[in-house]
């Protein structure tokens, strides 16, 4: 049991953890790891493939991770995560201090940065699961995303402005602080109590690895779930790199402009989890998908028909562009996640709940993968065509476009088919 006085401090550590242990992950979608691995003379292949390490390194590491969290204790497992996330954001800061080689530095420091963040959302959910009443977990959820996610825009707007004024050698001395972040965040997750700590002696908690997933194959809705939720990352995993990769390419912009955008982003993720909320009362998950799949294909063709917008300057077009783009990604995730606690088995909640992320990070994996071989490829070859820069960046974002909305319609008819 715990008290009001008690649950509502463990609440306020979460609210704080977050804060703090998330700007780290989010380096790498507003632009900063990506301008600092440019800076590092990482090549635009190997750039795609590194800031997709940890989505890759997810998939392989997730459920092991919360099979042993479920075994040793969710609270232990995750504070090493953090420690290790430590180390890792260390490494990748003292590769531009390197003369030599710095790919080590680069590929260790993100592998090991990749392992620290799976091992402490394996069971970062199944953590909450009963510090959260029922009754608030709705409000709580909309809360600490709200909260975080404002953190993390002045922490990007911060990033933003020191860039502006010094350049990109700040980039480095940036990442130093959020490793102070990181070492913050370490002190408010052990404020966090472990409310279900397994008993040793019970059936459930001798079950092996193999006996776990076995609970999962009984569960054929969820299943198909999670095969819906690794087909979406497929088409959008890379959908915001594209754009970065884009405006660093074709438009020229600055590493400051890039952060920029990133920070758009983020502003649209924070309108997205309202309006994500109000769509989906009054839609459905089911018409929320479509409508979200139709949105983010329109501006993924808007974007890449920004010539014809010429009269809007570049950098306002391309940042209302992105905060949609953000937003409707976002409304999306609102629907995504109430079906997910809808359908996810009660029997082993860590192991679902990882089952489903790992699901996520395969198919944004694959997108990566895709969009690496597509660059190695086609990435010098550039032509004009009605007023249209083609080139690899154009044609993705075309593709994503016209499959996308396909593809939720697909998945839509066979989840209602699973539900029948």
């Known amino acids: 049991m715990i008290s009001d006085l008690e649950r509502k401090k463990a609440l306020n550590a979460v609210i704080a953890t977050q804060c703090f242990g998330l700007v780290a992950g989010l380096c790498f979608g507003n632009g900063l790891i990506f301008n600092y691995l440019t800076y590092l003379d990482v090549s635009e292949q190997s750039l795609v493939l590194y800031l997709r390490i940890p989505s890759i390194l997810a998939l392989f590491t997730t459920l092991p991770l919360a099979y042993v969290a479920d075994k040793k204790g969710k609270l232990k497992v995750g504070q090493l995560g953090n420690l290790v996330q430590v180390v890792g954001i260390s490494c990748l800061c003292s590769a531009a201090y390197i003369s030599g080689n710095k790919t080590i530095f680069i590929l260790g420091g993100i592998i090991l940065f990749s392992l620290g963040a799976s091992m402490v959302n394996s069971s970062w959910f199944a953590l909450l699961d009963p510090i959260v009443k029922p009754e608030n977990r709705g409000s709580f959820f909309a809360k600490l995303r709200t909260i975080w996610q404002l953190f993390g825009v ?34 408010f997750y052990s404020k966090i109590p472990e409310l279900e700590v397994k008993d040793p002696d019970k059936e459930e908690h001798k079950r092996s690895f193999k006996e776990e997933f076995k609970i999962l194959l009984r569960y054929k809705s969820y299943i198909r779930y999670c095969v819906f939720i690794l087909i979406m990352p497929l088409f959008i995993g890379s959908l915001t790199l594209i754009f970065n990769l884009y405006e660093q390419v074709v438009l020229k912009f600055s590493s400051a402009d890039i952060v920029l955008m990133g920070n758009m982003v983020m502003i649209g993720s924070i309108l997205g989890f309202a309006v994500g909320a109000y769509m989906l009362k009054r839609m459905g998950d089911k018409l929320l998908f479509f409508f979200c799949s139709c949105c983010i294909s329109l501006c993924a063709v808007l974007f890449v028909m920004h010539e014809y917008f010429s009269f809007i300057p570049i950098k306002i077009f391309a940042g209302t562009i992105t905060l949609c783009t953000g937003l409707f990604i976002s409304s999306m995730s609102i629907g995504i ?61 075309i593709i994503i476009a016209v499959l996308f909305p396909i593809g939720v319609l697909i998945f839509n008819k066979s989840l209602k088919e699973g539900d029948n």
């Open 154 to 187: 002045g922490f990007t707007f911060a990033a933003q402005f020191i860039l502006e004024m010094e350049g990109d050698t700040v980039l480095s001395p940036i990442l130093m602080f959020v490793v102070l972040l990181t070492i913050i965040r370490m002190y």
């Open 337 to 397: 996640t109430s079906l997910m606690l809808h359908l996810l088995p009660q029997e082993n909640k860590s192991f679902s709940t990882s089952l489903f992320i790992s699901a996520q990070e395969l198919g944004t994996g694959l997108s990566a993968l895709i969009l690496s071989f597509s660059i190695a490829i086609f990435g010098d070859k550039s032509h004009r065509f009605a007023e249209i820069n083609v080139n690899v960046y154009t044609v993705t974002l």
